[in-house]
């Protein structure tokens, strides 16, 4: 699809004074990455520092490093890495991204692998939901899984769009709130306290918006939220306010 008008610097320098002053009104830290895949528009905001824990979104690195670690091997993914992915994407089991994550070789393993395609703003914890990245690194992730060029065969792409598009209910929120009628929302969200931060809240969500018309990435990360509720809808407002500035 062909936007009418190109997404030009004033209209980046307009939303971004927009994004800073919703940012403003929230409690806690946040920022934005967009990939409109179909346009060519890239828009981010990202605080100094612009690394967050990720909490639970770590799992989407989790499963493009299992569907690769398969397809090294030349093999599908064997029922017992299935049953895992399934629990770790579509319910957020945390057990089984642990495991998953130790067959990748740890924090070490992951690192590895994500350095090697090229993404070098995420460092993997030994505790994965510490695993701090930024929202443009998130992006590389979600297009290293999804584009069609990229290194995940079509058939394990399809996989993990269906685990991305079929999350329990509970779970659904996020940048599922910028989609239009008749998008598909292929999604992973992340929330926990942190200790450390006397425990304020993590409430991240990333994933992409899709149809005959549409292709979007999309990651919102946010941190020091006095509860996840809080978080949660600076994570669907924010997403909100980006997607519908690049569809116009």
Not at 142 to 150: N, R
Request: glycine residues 10%; proline residues 6%; hydrophobic residues 40%.
């Amino acid at each position: 699809m062909t936007p009418e008008r190109a997404f030009c610097p004033a209209d980046r320098l307009t939303l971004t004074r927009e994004v800073a002053a919703y940012l403003r009104t929230r409690p806690g830290r946040g920022a934005v990455a967009v990939h409109d895949r179909l346009a060519g528009t890239r828009f981010t905001v990202e605080p100094d520092p612009g690394m967050f824990p990720l909490a639970s979104v770590a799992k989407v690195g989790i499963l493009l490093g299992t569907l690769l670690n398969a397809q090294s091997a030349r093999r599908e993914l064997t029922p017992a890495e299935r049953v895992r992915a399934e629990a770790m994407m579509r319910h957020s089991d945390n057990a089984a991204a642990q495991e998953l994550a130790e067959e990748l070789g740890g924090s070490a393993g992951l690192t590895r692998l994500l350095r090697d395609l090229g993404v070098d703003q995420t460092w993997p914890a030994p505790a994965w939901g510490t695993t701090r990245s930024c929202p443009a690194d998130q992006l590389k992730l979600l297009d290293l899984l999804t584009s069609p060029t990229g290194p995940v065969t079509a058939g394990h792409q399809a996989y993990a769009h269906t685990l991305m598009t079929s999350v329990e209910p509970s779970q659904a929120w996020g940048v599922s709130a910028a989609a239009r009628a008749g998008e598909q929302v292929a999604l992973k969200n992340g929330w926990m306290p942190v200790d450390d931060h006397g425990g304020r809240w993590v409430v991240n969500s990333v994933g992409r918006l899709s149809s005959g018309a549409s292709d979007l990435l999309i990651a919102v990360l946010t941190e020091r939220n006095p509860d996840k509720g809080t978080g949660v809808r600076t994570t669907e407002e924010l997403a909100g306010l980006v997607i519908s500035a690049i569809r116009r």
